[in-house]
Every structure is written in structure tokens, then in C-alpha cells.
């Protein structure tokens, strides 16, 4: 859009304090109304899919595990999805729920940190410690199960890399069910909070027509009520075997998504206690051996924390892909500030943007150069302090 | 020891900036600083802009967009300033080491003082690897 003499420029990035990852958006201001939005991409481009071709298939499952660290199962579930598809084999019955355990282990994880982020831009530092505090309990439980925090490495072509082992699973159990109480404490204290509730009802609302316009996906596009989940649509794992629901919404602003992400924790406890109720006292095969991939096509998707994740490989039959192309489900979620932000007034900003739960890492595909440009980018602490501030007000009014 | 130094240990102010990493090591940094293991009793804070910081915590391969970016940032901290290098891709590029985009590792763009390896560190890790610098500095 054009600089005319009364919009004013807020840059925001690349490097600020509270987003995690380096990103540059720039406000275009009339006074305090948001007017235009522009994004630009590409500090955390690692030319994964070009290194992609050139790693063996069981390298590259570790490979795309580090495309993104937060939902870091979702790119080997949806890489893994892809080569069975290819191939046309199926997994063994373990094999599947062990997947859908951690494929849901880290939803609650996910979604426990976007709601302490959220928390953090309202100037709400309780709920980010909060939600932060009730997060380790997860992580423990990735410990006790995959050897690591992050990056569980639990998957492989034809099955996953590690059992759970029956002798784990009844304290597995115990730590999930005092995760289920921690998790309803703070969800009542989220949802009842009248300042909470004040200042994310009507903000950043994304109507089920933007939802189509920009094909977004995940907790956005079920927060405006359109009904999509890669789990239940395309099913694959053990989905198809356990008992849970969609989560929906109407109204498609800042706390339908919330309310939708926390719902969302609860169903995934849901499908892990049913998941271990399956395989506890069970002996069975946990993978089956891949010996070649044969030349062709495939295709597999999953359902991340943020929306579907997808992932196209075409092989001709040697050691590594030829092609591997992978869409994140951040690509088309966070395009839609051009519908929610603009018309918005400046301290909302932080939290539409957060809104959508951007995973930049998992997004950029594809660099674009400009070394001419050089700005001075250091501006969003001032954003968050006006966001604090709003909250502040609102709750002296209540 | 000059003043400048021992000023430099008390309370140590850490910078974070992330040179295109996967966002683990970033997460991780955070966590270090929520409940579980609050660095806050250390006198370690989180600052905004690198012109408070006494350490700059980088992460990440450091890729050819960020580069300049990421001397600018070392370049504005006021010295002496400590440079720890956090996870596998920053001290050495880890797997993404024969990537076109790769800028770094790290070392090769601002000089390191600590490496932290990991895919990612521990926040345990983390810890053990900022009371190192305070003894360093002493």
C-alpha cells in the first residue's frame, strides 16, 4: 500500500523480545486504527526441503522433526503418513495408538503454551506462568516415554522407534489424570475471568467467509465454526478407534480460539486415556521393516496443534526423495490479518496476531531476498506495553 | 578484574535472539525462566532490547537473511558483552550444516564465549552453562 502523509509505520521485528522467532510485520497506522498489515518471511528459512532430497528416507524423519520444536511430532506423523501412503502399507495396531498418544501429548503442550504466550502479550503474567508451570508435567511425561523433552525422534517409517512399556503405563496414567485437573483449574479460571473475557470478546473476529477466502485450517477455522479436522475427515493412526469429538465455535475472535484450544486439551486427554486402555497388559509388534520405497507418489496429512499439516514425496524408487514439498498449516493461517487486524485499533494487534498461533519456522518454504532494505526494527515491546495498558484499563472499569 | 567486569557479574540481563533455529532452543529459554526453574532468583532477567543486555543468548543456524541482522544486534549490546551459542545448530549447524541458506554456525559472524551443545539443551543444561559464565567473568 502507498505511504500517504497520515499513516504512520509501526515496524515490528525481526528481532523482539516476545516472539520467539525473528519476523517482520509492518502496521500501516491512520491515528490509532490499523489501516494496512504487511508481513515479510524468510529469518528462519533452512532450505529443508532442498536438504530433504538429499538424505536417506529414514533421515529424513529427524530431519523434518526439526522443522518446528514445538509441534515436532506433527512433520514426522504427516512425513511418515506420506510414505506408508506411497507405499500402501498399514502399521501395526501398537504402532498407531503409541502414535496418536504423543500426536496428542503435544497438542496439550501446544496449546498450554500459545495460552500462556496469550496470557503474557494481555499483560496477564499469572496465566503465562500458570500455563507454563502445568506444561512441565507434559514435557515430564515425553521424558518418561521418549528419552527427551522435545524432539521425541518416536516415529519411523512403518511403526515408531520405541515402545511404551506396559510397566510405564499405570504411571503414565497417574500423571495424566493430575494433568486433567490442573488443565479444568485453569481453564475455569481462564473462561470465568471477567477482564479476559472483556478484552478478547469481538477482537481479531474472522467471519466463516475469511475462513474460505484464505483457506485456513485448525483451531482458527473450527473457531469460526467450519468444521474441519484432518483426524476425523481422512482418518489415520488411531483415530478412527477411540471415541472423542470436533471442537467447534461461533464467533471466531480471539477467545472462541482460546476456548477452542482449551476444549481441545480436554478431547486429547480423552483420546490418551482411551489409547492406553487399548494397548496396557498387550504384547505386539511395534513397526514393521521398510526394506525399499518403491517408485511413485504419496501423499499424507495430519492434524497439528495449529491445522493440517501436508506433505507430498515423489520417489523413483532410489535412496531419497526427488521431491518433497511440505505445507504447514501457519501458511494459511497467518494471512488472515489482513481480514482481522485491519479496522482494529493498535494495542489489539499483539494478541490478533498471536491469535492464530503462528509457527513461522514451520512456514517458510520459500526465501525472498531483499538486501537493500535496512530498518531500524526494534519497536514491539512499545506494542505489548499499549496492549498491557488496555487491559489495565478495562480492569479499573469492571 | 576491572569495574566494568564486576559490574558485569551481578545481575547478568540475557538478550535472546533467535538466527533462524526450529524454536526449541527458544522455548526452552523461556521455560528456564517459568516457575519450574526460575532463573529469576539468579538475578537473571529477560530484557527487550539488546542495548540492556550483559549476554546474548543466540540460537539457531544463523541463516543468510539473519546475518546482518545478527551482527547489528552484537553490535548495539554495550561491552563487555557474553555471546553464549544455545543448541546443536548454533555451535556447529548441526544437520542443517550443508543447507544454501546456512549463514553461520554462529562463531564464524560474532566471536562465542560459551557453546551450550543439545538438540535441545535441557534447561538444566542452560543453567549449569550461565553459572559458567558467571565464573568466567569472576
Known sequence: ?398 | MNLKTKALKKSLWVYHMSGGSCNNCDIEILDCLTPKFDLERFGIVLVGSPRHADVLLCTGIVNKKCVERVKEVYEQTAKPCVVVAIGACACSGGMFRDSYEMGGPLNKIIPVDIYIPGCPPKPEAMIAGIVKVLEKLK
Not at chain 1, 53 to 59: A, R, V
Not at chain 1, 282 to 309: D, F, L, N, Q, T
Open chain 1, 1 to 398: 500500500m502507498k505511504n500517504n502523509k497520515k499513516t504512520v509505520i509501526v515496524p515490528i521485528g525481526p528481532y523482539h523480545p516476545l516472539l520467539e522467532e525473528p519476523e517482520f510485520f509492518a502496521l500501516y497506522c491512520d491515528g490509532e486504527k490499523i489501516v494496512d498489515v504487511e508481513w515479510q518471511a524468510g529469518y528462519n528459512h533452512r532450505g529443508i526441503e532442498k536438504l530433504s532430497e538429499s538424505k536417506h528416507w529414514d533421515q529424513v524423519t529427524f530431519l523434518v522433526e526439526r522443522i518446528c520444536g514445538i509441534c515436532s511430532t506433527s512433520h514426522p506423523f504427516a512425513y511418515c503418513n506420506t510414505i506408508e501412503n506411497l507405499i500402501g502399507m498399514t502399521i501395526p495396531e501398537r504402532a498407531k495408538y503409541i502414535r496418536s498418544i504423543i500426536g496428542e501429548l503435544e497438542r496439550i503442550h501446544s496449546h498450554l503454551l500459545w495460552m500462556g504466550l496469550a496470557g503474557h502479550f494481555l499483560g496477564y503474567n499469572t496465566v503465562f506462568m500458570w500455563a507454563w508451570k502445568y506444561r512441565e508435567p507434559v514435557l515430564d511425561l515425553f521424558e518418561i516415554i521418549s528419552g527427551n523433552r522435545n524432539h521425541y525422534a518416536m516415529f519411523k517409517i512403518g511403526g515408531v522407534r520405541r515402545n511404551i512399556e506396559n510397566e510405564d503405563i499405570p504411571k503414565i496414567r497417574k500423571m495424566l489424570a493430575e494433568i486433567k485437573g490442573q488443565l479444568e483449574m485453569l481453564i475455569g479460571a481462564v473462561l470465568d475471568d471477567p477482564v479476559l473475557t472483556a478484552r478478547l470478546k469481538n477482537v481479531g473476529v474472522l467471519t466463516k467467509q475469511d475462513i474460505k477466502n484464505f483457506g485456513s485450517v485448525g483451531p482458527v477455522a473450527r473457531a469460526s465454526g467450519v468444521d474441519v479436522d484432518v483426524r476425523r475427515d481422512e482418518p489415520y493412526a488411531a483415530y478412527p478407534l477411540v471415541e472423542w469429538s470436533v471442537i467447534t465455535a461461533k464467533n471466531g475472535d480471539v477467545l472462541d480460539k482460546a476456548v477452542v484450544r482449551l476444549s481441545e486439551c480436554l478431547e486429547a486427554v480423552k483420546i490418551i486415556t482411551q489409547c492406553l486402555d487399548a494397548i496396557e497388559g498387550k504384547a505386539g509388534e511395534i513397526g514393521e521393516e521398510v526394506r525399499r520405497v518403491p517408485e511413485g507418489e504419496g501423499i499424507g496429512r495430519h492434524e497439528a496443534p495449529r491445522g493440517e499439516c501436508f506433505h507430498y514425496i515423489r520417489s523413483d524408487g532410489a535412496n531419497s526423495p526427488v521431491r518433497h514439498k511440505i505445507r504447514a498449516p501457519s501458511y494459511t493461517n497467518v494471512p488472515t490479518f489482513k481480514a482481522s487486524c485491519i479496522g482494529q485499533t493498535i494495542s489489539d494487534v499483539a494478541i490478533i496476531l498471536a491469535g492464530v498461533d503462528p509457527c513461522y519456522c514451520c512456514t517458510e518454504r520459500v526465501a525472498v531476498y531483499d538486501a537493500g532494505k535496512k530498518k531500524k526494527l526494534y519497536d514491539f515491546q512499545h506494542l505489548v506495553e499499549l496492549s498491557k495498558q488496555k487491559t489495565e484499563r478495562i480492569r479499573k472499569e469492571i
